[in-house]
């Protein structure tokens, strides 16, 4: 255990290169409820194949704001302890435009009552495209700007490990780790670190609460977020325990915005979420951000191999 501590710290301390002045990763207000864009260890879901998709609209009212799309399958095979997924993520920035698809392999080490230990790593590929003849300069054909269409292709890969007990999540992640110590500040999009503590209490009959922080690092900024959250359930006098209902959150970043969250249990395998984003920086303070939320999962025969640490029928993992 010692030397796979040390494996991980030295993968995550890896330097981004002080000359990379390039992409962030894409901003999600749900990442709460699902941490695979940033952590490919947390497929590792052994109760159900699950389905998750969110897309979202970012400073209403600026025009070429970003937009992005994000889709997402994954499923775990208890007999070799692995989980598969999928992924795809769209984002358009102006006039630039980026796709992220990515295939996901997690491993898991469980004691089934007490805790689970999962090693995850994606890879897939990072294009990107800047379409210079959408440019609406103030001096026409001015010389300072390309308006020539133009595009990359690249491979791309992230890490990540998680830790899981009764009631703490552990995670910490890299990705875009094929940009380290590149420069290139036009198409790549730049490593980012990120570690995250959540603590989880599912025992009170009516309700679930969470309380979460993660910090995320690229190069030399780094972004610091809080979130509270309370989840709602109906007692059900059954085997099975009580069902969750809606939750609402809230979530603060150093980069001074705010988010609320809403989430509604359409069915116990169906949930939808809303998120409203607001930030306080100069010059954005009446622009909010859109962000919506499905998630959907198909119960597993397998469930009885999972790590008892979170009731099944609970959606926080």
């Known amino acids: 255990m010692r030397r796979l501590i040390k494996f991980i710290l030295i993968i995550l301390s890896l330097p981004s290169g002080t000359k990379?002045?390039?992409?962030?990763?894409?901003?999600?207000?749900?990442?709460w409820y699902n941490r695979a864009n940033y952590n490919p260890a947390s497929i590792a879901r052994t109760e159900y194949l699950y389905l998750f998709s969110n897309v979202r609209n970012q400073w209403v009212g600026v025009k070429g704001a970003p937009q992005v799309l994000n889709l997402q399958?994954?499923?775990?095979?208890?007999d070799i302890h692995s989980a598969f997924g999928l992924s795809i993520v769209s984002d358009r920035i102006g006039v630039t435009k980026s796709y992220n698809p990515m295939v996901t392999y997690a491993y898991r080490i469980a004691n089934e009552r007490d805790w689970s230990f999962a090693m995850g790593i994606s890879a897939g590929v990072f294009s990107r495209s800047i379409d210079g003849s959408l440019f609406e300069a103030v001096t026409i054909q001015d010389p300072a700007i390309q308006y020539d269409v133009s595009s990359t292709l690249k491979p791309d890969a992230n890490i990540g490990f998680?830790?899981?007990?009764?009631?703490?999540i552990l995670s910490l992640s890299q990705t875009h780790m094929l940009s380290v110590y590149r420069s290139d500040?036009?198409?790549?999009?730049?490593?980012?670190?990120?570690?995250?503590?959540?603590?989880?209490?599912?025992?009170?009959?009516?309700f679930n609460y969470h309380f979460g922080i993660q910090v995320v690092n690229r190069h030399n900024l780094t972004v610091i977020e809080g979130k509270a959250g309370i989840r709602f359930k109906r007692p059900t006098y059954l085997v099975g325990g009580p069902k969750e209902i809606f939750d609402i959150g809230v979530t603060y970043r150093s980069s001074q915005q705010i988010t609320l969250l809403f989430g509604l249990n359409i069915s116990q395998?169906?949930?939808?979420g809303y998120a409203y984003d607001q930030g306080f920086s100069n010059g954005y303070t009446p622009n909010g951000t859109h962000e919506m939320m499905i998630e959907f999962r198909i119960p597993s025969k397998a469930a009885s191999t999972r790590c008892n640490c979170i009731n099944a029928d609970y959606w926080y993992h």
Not at 20 to 31: E, P
Not at 73 to 78: F, K, L, Q, T
Not at 187 to 205: A, D, K, Q, V, W
């Open 20 to 31: 990379v002045i390039a992409q962030a990763d894409i901003s999600m207000a749900t990442h």
């Open 162 to 168: 998680e830790y899981q007990t009764n009631h703490f």
């Open 185 to 206: 500040s036009l198409f790549l999009n730049t490593t980012h670190r990120y570690g995250s503590l959540t603590y989880i209490n599912n025992n009170p009959e009516l």
């Open 73 to 78: 399958a994954s499923a775990y095979i208890h």
């Open 269 to 272: 395998n169906m949930r939808i």
